[in-house]
C-alpha cells in the first residue's frame, strides 16, 4: 500500500501528558499537510510542510503544538501538555507541489484525553 | 459566516436514488473543487476533482461547479447501500495550499 500511513491510529491518555503522532506520505510526495476534526465537523487546517521547510501554520496551532518533517520525509505531530479538548482526529495528507496538487489523507490518529 | 457551507443532513435515501448534495461558498479566490467521502472513523477519500467551472463525471458521480452563484454539487446516480457515508465538499484557490472544508453530510442508503 502506497497511501498515506499514520501511527498509531488510537490513542488515550491523560490530561497533562505528551503524545505524538507520525505520518508517512505517499513517497514522491513533497508536501505534507496536518488537520484536525472533530464530530460532525470538516477536517480544519493546522500546518504544513514543503520538503523540509514548514510554510504556513494556522491560529489553531497553539504553542502546545509541535510539527516537524526531518529531511522532507515522515512527519511528527506533538501535542504537550494535553487538554480534553485536543480529543479529536488528527489526519495527515500529501500532495505534489505540481500539477493540481490534489490532496490525499491518511486514516487518522484518533486522540483521547481523560 | 464560514467560507463553505454544507447542509450537515443527515440524508436519508432508498436504494437506487439519485442524490444530490451542495455547498456553497463565498471565496471567490476558490478555484480547485473537491469531493470526499468519509466512512466512520476513517480518513477522507478523494472522490471528485474539478478545476473552475464545468461538470465533470466519474462512473455513477457527477460533480458540478457554478462558479457564478458559487455554489457545487454532487450528484450520486443509483445509489447504493456501499454510498453511506459522510461526505465532505472542500476547495482552496490557486495560490494557496489550504483546503478549506464544509462540515459535511451524512448520506444513508437503505436497501
Redesign the interface.
Known amino acids: 500500500d502506497t497511501g498515506?500511513s499514520?501511527d498509531p491510529r488510537h490513542k488515550i491518555t491523560k490530561r497533562g501528558q505528551n503524545v505524538t503522532f507520525r505520518c508517512d506520505p505517499i513517497s514522491e510526495h513533497n508536501?505534507l499537510?496536518w488537520?484536525r476534526q472533530t464530530l460532525?465537523?470538516?477536517?480544519?487546517?493546522l500546518t504544513?510542510f514543503q520538503n523540509e521547510a514548514q510554510?504556513?501554520k494556522?491560529r489553531l496551532l497553539s504553542d502546545r503544538f509541535s510539527a516537524e518533517r526531518p529531511k522532507g520525509s515522515f512527519s511528527t505531530l506533538e501535542i504537550q501538555r494535553t487538554e480534553q479538548g485536543d480529543s479529536a482526529?488528527y489526519?495527515c495528507a500529501s500532495s505534489l507541489v505540481a500539477g493540481?496538487?490534489?490532496?490525499?489523507?491518511?486514516?487518522?490518529s484518533?486522540l483521547t484525553v481523560v | 459566516q464560514k467560507e463553505?457551507e454544507?447542509d450537515?443532513g443527515p440524508l436519508s435515501v432508498p436504494e437506487g436514488a439519485i442524490v444530490s448534495l451542495n455547498c456553497t461558498y463565498s471565496n471567490s479566490a476558490f478555484q480547485?473543487f473537491?469531493w470526499?467521502r468519509q466512512y466512520s472513523?476513517?480518513?477522507?477519500?478523494?472522490l471528485m476533482?474539478t478545476?473552475s467551472s464545468g461538470n465533470k463525471e466519474d462512473g455513477r458521480f457527477t460533480a458540478q461547479v457554478d462558479k457564478s452563484s458559487k455554489y457545487i454539487s454532487l450528484f450520486i446516480r443509483d445509489s447504493q447501500p456501499s454510498d453511506s457515508a459522510t461526505y465532505?465538499c472542500?476547495m482552496k484557490s490557486s495560490s494557496g495550499?489550504?483546503?478549506?472544508?464544509?462540515?459535511?453530510t451524512q448520506l444513508t442508503v437503505n436497501p
Open positions: 498515506v499514520q508536501r499537510y488537520y460532525g465537523q470538516g477536517p480544519e487546517f504544513y510554510l504556513e494556522s482526529m489526519l493540481p496538487s490534489t490532496i490525499y489523507f491518511g486514516e487518522g484518533w | 463553505v454544507q450537515p480547485y473537491m470526499y472513523r476513517k480518513g477522507p477519500e478523494l476533482y478545476y465532505l472542500a495550499s489550504r483546503l478549506t472544508f464544509g462540515e459535511g
